[in-house]
């Protein structure tokens, strides 16, 4: 039977993909090739904007306390020499564009038991373990998928979608059976990983500290409620062997106080921290996601916030496309916008990550001197965490400033009821407005259609029907020198603008999506 979706991986990204999908009532198959969710965690910190996304699926309504914020002092990020001198601060505690906290630990087996709960109680969603790609074959309207059985190639089936995505990981079979090539940025390093659950209670001074130690290079960082992570660099004169062993792991957290006696160690792994992504990130109907399409140093905590991004880009174009309300063309920007803007966080996460693996101490004597020059007062001013803007070509307003950067959310009050928009107002694709009500401006046809893709139109106020609770959107509106903004169901910015551009933003995007189900334009991409 012919379903709308294939999905090859059930990891985070492929169970988000397959949830946001199924819960728009399309027929999704998952398939996995291990036949039981990874027991040990992975990634460990997550972003604001990847919890708005898991908002928009459903998952924090009632698991919010799988994520712990990021606090502590300077900033909660902070990068330390050998010597222990503070040489720089990320802030990872600054106030967050989605009403998230900018930055959480989390325990990545409870987060991918949520989302496979939530996926396989979807009555159009199923997900089958044990099932490995061994081949991809498209034509114009289909993608047919063979899947083996994992360790019985013999057992064979074959799977029919509409679109096939591929969410399976860094050695993605997806990719390699459509013949994607990737782009290595010539970043490699080994680290040894090692996740405990402290049995004391020690208060940490920051949720994250990068040691640029060349006699040891590491990593503590708070990785969920009731856990820690440390991470040290392997250095030429240790073997991967030798690195990998359990003694060693209790021999480097020595100097932090970690022992068997105050800690239980849960795991312990050599892994290569590298910077790649795939130079396509489509063809034709096969389309990458996550580690897939990208992989990079784990120094910013971005990686897994990033195949969510993809999820969520990637869903609502497909839901647009197959309910006929957008073509095929609209995921020519899908590529595009995500490269360019992961391609940013992957370099910023290089550059950190070439300073802490510095292992040549005359090197790490000149890295220290040029960071105590840049720096103003690191101890009153962090610097941002990079917040980059989509890739073009976009599917966003041409020539506004604001387009392709993220939206807000903030705590509204409506008709008694307090919480963050998403949960109060909602909707897809968002209208909003400071003060001012534009519905009786928009004309009822231009109403209809966006009703139709999920679009809602809001006036938030200081004591109107939808006010404004802590008055964040006045203070961002003013900030961002307009009184409306429009944006996309991946909560970027399409366009801004005043009160009068309230039609013309709204006709813009129709041009967008009808010039998109012609094949052979690529709509109004800026």
């Known amino acids: 039977m012919k379903v709308d979706f294939l999905i090859v991986g059930a990891g985070p990204v492929g169970l988000l993909i397959a949830v946001l999908l199924g819960r728009d009532g399309w ?16 990634a460990c910190t997550i972003d604001h904007e990847a919890l708005r996304i898991l908002q928009s699926a459903g998952v924090m309504a009632e698991h919010s306390e799988l994520f712990e914020p990021s606090r502590g002092e300077r900033g909660g990020y902070q990068i330390r020499n050998g010597e222990g001198e503070l040489l720089r601060a990320i802030n990872w505690n600054r106030a967050a564009e989605s ?16 989302l496979e709960s939530m996926a396989s109680a979807l009555p159009t969603v199923d997900v089958r373990r044990g099932w490995s790609a061994t081949a991809v074959a498209q034509d114009v309207g289909t993608v047919t998928l063979t899947v083996a059985r994992t360790g019985n190639e013999a057992h064979e089936e074959t ?8 969410s399976d990981g860094a050695n993605s079979a997806v990719r390699d059976l459509v013949g994607i090539d990737s782009v290595d940025s010539g970043f490699e390093a080994d680290w040894l990983v090692v996740d405990y659950e402290p049995l004391d209670d020690r208060e940490w001074q920051a ?8 006699e040891q290079p590491a990593t503590a960082v708070n990785s969920g409620p009731g856990r820690r992570r440390f991470e040290f660099m392997r250095r030429a004169d240790v073997t991967v062997d030798d690195l990998g062993r359990a003694e060693t792991a209790w021999q480097l957290m020595a100097p932090w106080n970690v022992t068997p006696d105050n800690a239980r160690l849960e795991r312990h792994a050599v892994y290569t921290f590298r910077g790649r992504w795939a130079n396509e990130w489509r063809r034709g109907r096969v389309l990458l996601a996550g580690d897939a399409a990208h992989l990079m140093p784990p120094f910013l905590g971005q990686g897994l916030c990033s195949g969510f991004r993809d999820a969520s880009s990637l869903a609502w174009r497909l839901s647009l496309i197959e309910s006929g309300s957008a073509g095929p063309a609209l995921l020519d920007s899908y590529g595009s916008e995500r490269s360019t803007h992961v391609r940013e ?18 090197k790490a004597a000149e890295r220290d001197v040029a960071l105590r020059s840049e720096r103003n007062d690191p101890l009153l001013t962090p610097v941002e965490p990079p917040q980059p803007r989509l890739g073009e070509p976009s599917l ?7 387009a392709g950067r993220l939206s807000v959310q903030a705590r509204v009050e409506a008709d008694g009821v307090t919480g963050l928009f998403d949960d109060v107002q909602g909707g897809r694709w968002q209208l909003v407005t400071l ?14 259609w966006f009703r139709s893709i999920g679009g809602t139109i809001s006036s938030v106020s200081a004591d109107g029907l939808l006010r404004d609770a802590d008055g964040a959107y006045r203070t961002w509106f003013e900030n961002h020198g307009c009184s409306v903004v429009l944006s996309r169901p991946d909560f970027y910015i399409y366009g801004t603008g005043l009160a009068a551009d309230v039609v013309p933003l709204l006709e813009s995007l129709r ?12 709509g109004a991409l800026s």
């Open 345 to 362: 966080i992957i370099e910023a996460a290089i550059e950190i990550g070439r300073l802490v693996c510095e292992l040549d101490p005359h």
């Open 435 to 448: 003060e001012a009500d534009p519905s009786a401006a928009v004309p009822p046809d231009l109403a209809r």
């Open 207 to 214: 949720f994250v500290t990068q040691y640029c130690d060349p």
């Open 99 to 114: 009403g998230w906290a900018n930055t959480n630990g989390f325990y990545q087996p409870d987060l991918e038991a949520v």
């Open 159 to 166: 799977l029919v979608g509409s679109w096939l995505i591929g």
């Open 27 to 42: 027929r999704v198959t998952v398939v996995e090739r291990w036949p039981t969710r990874y027991p040990m965690p992975r």
């Open 396 to 402: 966003t307003r041409s020539g506004d400033a604001w």
């Open 511 to 522: 041009g967008a999506l009808t010039s998109s189900l012609v094949p052979a334009q690529e």
